[in-house]
């Protein structure tokens, strides 16, 4: 009897690959805004497509306890007069159960970040937000722990046990930035976290619990006390070199030392990674900092030193938030610039953290209330109308990567299923002008066009051997003349409010990648050769996978 002849060893430039996992820390996880956005049909409609397209697992927001998910309630809110006070408070998860229901429906789940306070708890109100978020300590801690303890009761009720296991629970977010996502003290934060740590585990030991949700790492001591302190700054205002620093994560130290010294749980540590900063310099003036192109590697690498050297070794590294800026209006989100970012920085970055979660998967986001136009430099990856930015093919482009890693390089990997032995490949051209800088921000989206004139081009040439004879793959190439939709928005004239006819055209812009087709010879030789554009970003997948 015959057997089948062994399929060819594959090959790679002429070499057998040392074949690595490639963890997808980009779809892991995404961020949100506010729970009650996720009540909104079009919110639900881009997660849906979030999860299908690229990938997503999970996603976090801020608010599961703001007075609008209404889920602590002292009176019963009669509206015409004033309202009865209730003689106890009573806990009522109807918005709550929408919005998680709609998760799970969509296949992902929760990362639940737990807060903010709600205002019959909070010691300040109305402190940050159009929506006018409570972030400061509770009034009454006990009524905090009984918060925390009847809502994760109620998770575990409504969904089981096994389900809740798999939900992150991450205490607060920010609260570094004092006034603003928080009005206490770093001590207070700490008492905040053991108490919720700890109220957590009481519902369930094999919950996990982290902190502590820090905002972008700093150069200097002015987050080393209890509150900000702003000269602390002056340095790094002045600086001539902010990227020759030596830039720290904020409060993780303490945290794990707060932990290790109270035998509080710490499963994972958890904060934030913009490339950027917001010095106050000697005379009161705030500057804007950018960091280098490779800040977000470098802090990661920081990050897994500190938890290997740590008592808590084994804790998960997850960054709850990531971005190239913290503002939600920021033009330089809607262009095909970020995009090659993006991918660049998170190619890098897959193998360093348990998830890098991009802020955020939608422009249905209100935290400066609504967005001035269909392209105001939201955080989404899709517009308030969902159309796909630039972003949004790079993440789906990441997303249609192997997990196993063949090779790496400058300018992007090749990949594999370990289910199908499928290849596939993300290549980018990052020109090679822009040296070590990042991409910046920007104010509005004539200020991000400079960047089109950085060159040069970049060719891209590699020899797969060993594929199936005669295997076709679809090649797709974001540039700055495909797919690039903000740009056809501006050339439009850039409307402030979109007619049908005109959103239809954006829309079809927006998903016209120059495609072409590539096919392996009849030895299975597959030849790459192609010349990537500046800002480039290209996938190469199986036929049919695109």
Known sequence: MAHPATPPALLVDGREPTVRELRHVWSWCVGAGRANEALRADWQAHFREAVDVLGVRYVRFHGVFHDDMFVYRTSNGGGFGPPTPLPEPVYTFAYVDKVFDAILQAGARPFVELGFMPRELATQTETLFWWKAHCSPPNDMGRWVELVTTTVRHW???????????????????????????????????????????????????????????????????????????????????????????????????????????????????????????????????RA??????????????????????????????????????????????????????????????????????????????????????????????????????????????????????????????????????????????PHGMGRQGIGSANTYPETRHLARVGPVHRVEHRVQGLPPGSRYTVEVLDWDHGNVAEAWHQMGAPLNLTPRQAETLRAVADDLHRTELTADDRGVLDIDVELAPWAVMSLTAAGRT
């Open 156 to 286: 575990v009720d409504r969904y089981g046990i096994d389900e809740v296991r798999t939900w992150p629970f991450e205490v607060w977010n920010e609260p570094n930035l004092v006034p603003h996502f928080w009005t206490g003290t770093r001590t207070e934060y700490f008492e905040l976290y053991e108490a919720t740590a700890r109220a957590v585990k009481a519902v369930d030991p094999a919950l996990k619990v982290g902190g502590p949700s820090s905002s972008v790492f700093v150069p200097d001591a002015r987050y080393a006390g209890e509150t900000q302190d702003k000269s602390a700054e002056v340095a790094t205002a002045e600086a001539p070199d902010p990227d020759a620093l030596d830039w720290r994560p904020v409060w993780i130290h303490e945290l794990i030392s707060w932990c290790a010294e109270r035998d509080v749980p710490l499963d994972f540590l958890s904060t934030h990674l913009y490339p950027t900063d917001y010095a106050f310099d000697a005379g009161g003036n705030g």
């Open 289 to 430: 900092i950018q960091r280098h192109v490779d800040a977000t590697q470098q802090d990661l690498l920081h990050m897994r030193e500190v938890i290997a050297a740590s008592p808590f070794p084994d804790a998960e590294l997850h960054i709850t938030e990531w971005s190239s800026s913290p503002s939600s209006r920021d033009f330089m989100h809607d262009t095909v610039f970020a995009a090659t970012y993006i991918a660049r920085a998170y190619l890098n970055a897959a193998p360093l953290a348990d998830s890098v979660s991009y802020w955020t998967f939608t422009d249905v986001f209100e935290e400066g209330g609504g967005g001035i136009g269909p392209f105001h430099g939201g955080f989404g990856l899709v517009n308030e109308q969902g159309i796909h930015k630039p972003t949004f093919h790079a993440m789906r482009m990441l997303a249609g990567l192997g997990d196993q890693l063949l090779h790496q390089g400058p300018d992007g990997v090749i990949t594999r299923s370990g289910d199908t032995g499928a290849l596939s490949a993300l290549f980018l051209n990052y």
